[in-house]
């Protein structure tokens, strides 16, 4: 079992930046794929970033692509996702996931472990 305990959400005013944070703990592995999604209130489940394995490819929704960042520090076992240009619309839960494998999963159904969320409200 993995768990995964994500941290860093608050409010911040539009054009503000927030870092996320999601450490994982127990069984976790470098050869695993990270990725962040979010649900905004009323909407579905929707992705947002992933890191490969290793780090050697990241990829984005078009609709944060250019304001975010995934990285990751395999020493502490956390994935950061670094949020810049914050608008209204990325007013959502912030949720990590963790994918043992070496591919590039955009899907949450793919996802192995999840964790709580965390809380994202960009105030306009």
């Known amino acids: 079992q993995v768990q995964l305990v994500e941290s860093g959400g608050g409010l911040v005013q539009a054009g503000g930046s927030l870092r996320l944070s999601c450490a994982a703990s127990?069984?976790?592995?470098?050869?695993?794929?990270l990725g962040w999604f979010r649900q905004a209130p009323g909407k579905e489940r929707e992705f947002v970033a992933v890191?490969?394995?290793?780090?050697?490819?990241?990829y984005y929704a078009d609709s944060v692509k250019g304001r975010f960042t995934i990285s990751r520090d395999n020493a502490k076992n956390t994935v950061y996702l670094q949020m810049n240009s914050l608008k209204p619309e990325d007013t959502a839960v912030y949720y990590c996931?963790?994918?043992?494998?070496?591919?590039?999963?955009?899907?949450?159904?793919?996802?192995?472990?999840w964790g709580q969320g965390t809380q994202v409200t960009v105030s306009s």
């Open positions: 996931a963790s994918k043992n494998g070496v591919g590039l999963y955009l899907k949450g159904d793919q996802y192995d472990y």
């Open positions: 890191m490969t394995y290793g780090g050697a490819i990241t």
């Open positions: 127990g069984r976790t592995s470098s050869s695993s794929a």
